[in-house]
């Protein structure tokens, strides 16, 4: 299983991103700025095409907030992996952050969100059609 994180200079992992089959699993640990978010997408996106994933789960459980450039560079990295050949699904939204999504007018174009990492892993095997001959 391979693992990337991105840390803070004096703390803990800011994002982890592993591998699980076919699939990568980035999780947010911690509010990221503008320049962690954009360094967050291009190290999922070259990261699909070095281990050639069919899918991302961006797992956002860790945030309750979420400001409408970080909705963006979600909506944008599903948008950027589904160019690479990757499904993208987006899990743990807070309620908080769902609300407030709405509330400012901001929307998740087309990308899929479901409740928790488990409902995340089957829904991308339906997605990615798992199935004989299918790795």
């Given at each position: 299983?391979?693992?990337?994180?991105?840390?803070s200079?004096?703390?803990?992992?800011?994002v982890?991103?592993?591998?699980?089959?076919?699939?990568?699993?980035?999780?947010?640990h911690?509010?990221?700025?503008?320049?962690e978010?954009?360094?967050?997408?291009?190290?999922?996106v070259?990261?699909?095409?070095?281990l050639?994933?069919?899918?991302?789960?961006?797992?956002?459980?860790?945030?309750?907030?979420?400001?409408?450039f970080?909705?963006?560079?979600?909506?944008?990295l599903?948008?950027?992996?589904?160019?690479?050949?990757?499904?993208?699904v987006?899990?743990?939204?807070?309620?908080d952050?769902a609300?407030?999504i709405?509330?400012?007018?901001?929307?998740?174009?087309n990308?899929h969100?479901?409740?928790?990492?488990?409902?995340?892993?089957?829904y991308?095997?339906g997605?990615?059609?798992?199935?004989?001959?299918?790795?």
């Open positions: 299983m391979a693992t990337t994180s991105t840390a200079e004096s703390g803990p992992r800011l982890s991103i592993l591998k699980q089959g076919s699939y990568l699993i980035a999780s947010i911690a509010a990221l700025s503008d320049s978010l954009l360094r967050f997408q291009a190290d999922v070259a990261q699909i095409g070095e050639r994933s069919r899918g991302v789960i961006i797992d956002v459980a860790a945030l309750d907030v979420m400001d409408s970080g909705t963006l560079a979600i909506c944008n599903a948008r950027m992996a589904k160019l690479r050949g990757a499904e993208t987006i899990v743990g939204v807070h309620p952050v609300i407030a709405v509330r400012l007018g901001l929307q998740l174009d990308v969100t479901v409740l928790d990492l488990e409902e995340g892993l089957a991308l095997d997605l990615v059609g798992k199935g004989p001959g299918k790795p």
